[in-house]
């Protein structure tokens, strides 16, 4: 798979965003964008944050594979967010999801 540089983060609708979950409120920070030539997939580097305390903050980072179209979309966005949400409330760590498969 062959990669190329995507532009700048906060041009996705998701960035910046919240999600409330089980397991608390979390901020999605897009890092990194990196675009499939072959498909026209992104490949996003994600940060989760969650706020503990005013000096304590937990941190998450995700890998995720989704169509460009989607990942670029305000409305189909809300699918993005979702899936994000399902991944924080069913595991612990970091890792990875493939959201075109």
Do not use: C, Y
């Not at 997939?41 to 940060?47: F, P, R, W």
């Amino acid at each position: 798979m062959t990669l190329r540089p995507h532009g700048p983060p906060k041009q996705l609708p998701i960035n910046l965003s919240t999600v409330d979950t089980s397991k608390g409120t979390w901020l999605i920070a897009v890092e990194t964008i990196a675009e499939t030539l072959a498909h026209g997939n992104l490949l996003l580097n994600v940060v989760l944050e969650q706020r503990i305390d005013d000096e304590h903050f937990r941190t998450r980072e995700l890998g995720i594979k989704v169509r460009a179209v989607d990942a670029r979309d305000a409305d189909r966005s809300v699918l993005l967010l979702n899936r994000i949400r399902n991944w924080i409330e069913t595991t612990e760590g970091d890792g990875f999801v493939d959201m075109v498969d």
